[in-house]
């Protein structure tokens, strides 16, 4: 049972990327299980490739295991970042269905079985239509689970009845690893079968995200609801305003490196900031 970050990416005041910040918060990651880079969170659209490069190199340094974010809306693109990521010593990969061209169910497939077959990285897939304005089918994962190089899913479909189909199909493989990608569905997710969560959240609170998961692991349900119901509020937090905003304000609140996100985001609203104040002071 696993609990990654999905890290951020902290900028300075100039909005250049804070190097000293991205190391700062590293260290205070030692509790969770494994490191996302590169992934929505850390706003990976809005870096340059010199700054992917020295934000790869970084989380290198980590012992945890290094997770990183391939996807694009190109298969020939997200091969090159898969490239560019075991040069870089990952050790996974996140692949988010390709977003803006609205693949069918049959373009899922290909652009899945030809990263299966070409990727030097074991990878996870990333489901969230909200986001990508497609959802991988589970007619299509049914077929994709079948390659021994897609080892897992995180799933932030927001749709129980799929989550549900997709954690029985670790009846056929057991070692399909299936994630809870919104914070919120960690618990339920879990008692579903599920096995842990990458988390916006753990940014923030790590120690307090890897109790939850550890508590649903071992089947204390008592501590895992109390847990949660710390984490509720903070979980609503996120919906502000677009991920990563919330959780960026929270960190700088709480003294973490984060900066302001990066044109097109902008800060948090300024009538947000009392009652994330509130959340922050409360868990910390």
Known sequence: MTCYTALITPFDKEGNLDEEGFEKNLAH?????????????????????????QILTLARKSSLPLMVGCGAYSTLQTLENLKLAAEYGADSALVVTPYYNKPTQEGLFCHFETLAKHSPLPIIL???????????QIETLKKLIEFPNIIGMKEASGNLAQICETIALKK?????????????WTLPLMALGGDGVISASSNLVPKLMKELVDACKSGNNSLAQQINNRLIPLYASTSFESNPIPIKAAMELAGFPAGEPRLPLTPLHPSY???LKAIVEDLL
């Open 126 to 136: 990333y489901n969230n239509q909200a986001r990508t304005s497609v959802n991988l």
């Open 29 to 53: 990651q030692r509790s969770v299980d494994g490191l996302v880079a590169l992934g929505t969170t850390g706003e990976t659209p809005t870096l340059t490739l010199t700054e992917k490069k």
């Open 273 to 275: 900031l009392p009652p």
């Open 172 to 184: 056929r493989r057991s070692d399909f690893q299936v994630y809870a990608g919104d914070d919120i």
